[in-house]
């Protein structure tokens, strides 16, 4: 229900959006809205409302969130796209309980509105996971590669009204392969954890395990943009928290910290995390970010300089590969920036070589 009165805010800046569809015409913005932040607190004690739900002794109240939320008098028609995908799991899974379609068709209608997949999606899964609910539909007894998301996206295509998401077959799809893969991350059935211990078997990898070993005691810091984030939705994991699963798991005195944001900027990273990171004393600092402006360079060029006064190693990619920051004029600075903040450090690597 929160869902759908945050979307039907959305719909009322659209004028694509079908008005009868959408329709809260009795309910006021702020209305809507208390409607969303009651979800927000709702979602914010998955632990106590699971006690809550067992009968155990829980500071769950109830009356609070959850009622408002249930007493909410929000039209919602067949056509919506969380019905008509509710249905299209009904058919599909008919002998799943009503609370176990909702619960996945739930994250579905969260998903299509890409602008809250860090936050509240993620609680989402939390507080069903918590409560024992399905979050994907593996669980349901449902195939997830590529090909049966695409077939279930023409299968839907057309069928919903007019949205302020997108609903085109692709649309679902990529909606069904973000639901799978954080599926199976927050249930750890494909985690960060998992990948480390399979790559750890590998034979290729094996042969780096005495290095791994012989790494002396160390931390590194990890601020970075998307690339570095176990959230990201395209796979299992980031190469981040995989190397840092491997390490806790073969030599844990090689620690790792990661300060993560993502579309982080230099002039982003100098904000919201340089002090924190330099506050953790790091002795190495990796920084993966973007540089799209003066700014961001100038930002970059103090972050590594003050990373360097703290004797810490810093190394960067080369290239993040982001569109708006390929200007050959500004890649050649951001190379200038790097060597110059670990040039006078014996024994450092030539920046200019990092991958």
Aim: charged share 25%; glycine share 6%.
């Amino acid at each position: 229900m929160a869902v759908h009165a945050y979307q039907i805010l959305l719909a009322r800046k659209q004028p694509n959006a079908d008005p009868a569809c959408w329709a809260a015409k009795d309910l006021k913005e702020t209305q809507l809205e208390a409607l969303v932040a009651h979800q927000a607190s709702l979602l914010s004690s998955p632990a106590a409302a699971r006690a809550w739900a067992l009968g155990d002794p829980s500071a769950f109240d109830p009356k609070k969130d959850l009622q408002p939320l249930l007493a909410a008098d929000l039209p919602m028609p067949a056509n919506l796209p969380v019905n008509t995908f509710t249905a299209y799991l009904r058919d599909r899974a008919p002998h799943h309980r009503n609370e176990e379609i909702r619960s996945v068709a739930n994250l579905y209608q969260t998903v299509l509105e890409v602008e809250r997949d860090g936050d509240r999606l993620q609680d989402l899964y939390a507080f069903y996971i918590a409560l024992g609910l399905p979050v994907y539909i593996a669980q349901l007894g449902l195939p997830g590669c590529d090909e049966d998301f695409l077939a279930t996206g023409r299968l839907l295509e057309g069928r919903a009204c007019s949205s302020p998401v997108g609903l085109s077959a692709a649309e679902w799809q990529i909606a069904g392969r973000k639901i799978w893969n954080w599926g199976e991350k927050n249930l750890h059935v494909h985690d960060a954890q998992v990948l480390g211990d399979e790559l750890l078997d590998e034979p290729d990898v094996k042969v780096l395990e005495p290095k791994m070993k012989a790494l002396r005691a160390q931390r590194i810091a990890v601020i970075g943009h998307s690339f570095t984030m176990d959230l990201h939705w395209a796979s299992p994991s980031a190469f981040v928290p995989i190397v840092t699963a491997m390490f806790a798991r073969k030599n844990p005195g090689a620690q790792f910290r990661q300060f993560q944001g993502g579309g982080l900027t230099s002039s982003r990273a100098f904000k919201n995390f340089y002090q924190d990171a330099l506050a953790w004393q790091p002795n190495t600092v990796l920084l993966v970010v973007i540089n799209r402006t003066e700014q961001d360079l100038a930002d970059l060029r103090i972050m590594g300089q003050g990373v360097k006064a703290a004797e810490a190693r810093v190394v960067m990619f080369d290239d993040v590969h982001d569109p708006d920051s390929a200007d050959p004029e500004r890649r050649t600075k951001e190379a200038g920036i790097a060597r110059s903040a670990d040039r006078d450090r014996e024994g450092q690597p030539d920046l200019s070589r990092i991958t």
